[in-house]
């Protein structure tokens, strides 16, 4: 999870460095975007280019409905699920979930 500002960006790249130096498969990284909205953010293609891998999905910055949910005492997926950051976050969760084997515990 990344925000699309340069310092972000950047320590993403190292980390990503560093992990293919050790042999990690970086293919198998999904990077998720945090924020996205932001003034002066880099554009997702921008950081594609830059970390050699596609933003696989971008979280909206909402901050005032996050905010209020947790203020609530609840979480912004169990808001409304016509605002904008709770289908959003349902999005995310539900891409995990199609894309993550499920593995049995013995």
Same mark, same amino acid.
């Not at 990284?29 to 293609?45: C, D, F, M, W």
């Given at each position: 999870?990344?925000?699309?500002?340069?310092?972000? *960006?950047?320590?993403?790249?190292?980390?990503?460095? $560093?992990?293919?130096?050790?042999?990690?498969?970086?293919?198998?990284?999904?990077?998720?975007?945090?924020?996205?909205?932001?003034?002066?953010?880099?554009? $997702? $293609?921008?950081?594609?280019?830059?970390?050699?891998?596609?933003?696989?999905?971008?979280? *909206?910055?909402?901050?005032?409905?996050?905010?209020?949910?947790?203020?609530?005492?609840?979480?912004?997926?169990?808001?409304?699920?016509?605002?904008? *950051?709770?289908?959003?976050?349902?999005?995310?969760?539900?891409?995990?979930?199609?894309?993550?084997? *499920?593995?049995?515990? $013995?």
């Amino acid at each position: 999870i990344l925000r699309l500002d340069l310092l972000c *960006i950047r320590a993403a790249k190292r980390l990503l460095d $560093s992990w293919d130096a050790d042999g990690f498969p970086v293919e198998r990284v999904r990077l998720v975007a945090n924020r996205v909205g932001q003034k002066h953010e880099i554009p $997702s $293609s921008e950081a594609h280019e830059i970390l050699g891998l596609p933003i696989w999905h971008q979280v *909206i910055d909402d901050v005032r409905r996050a905010n209020q949910g947790i203020n609530q005492g609840n979480l912004p997926v169990l808001g409304s699920r016509w605002q904008t *950051i709770c289908r959003n976050l349902q999005a995310l969760a539900d891409r995990v979930r199609e894309e993550l084997p *499920i593995v049995e515990r $013995s």
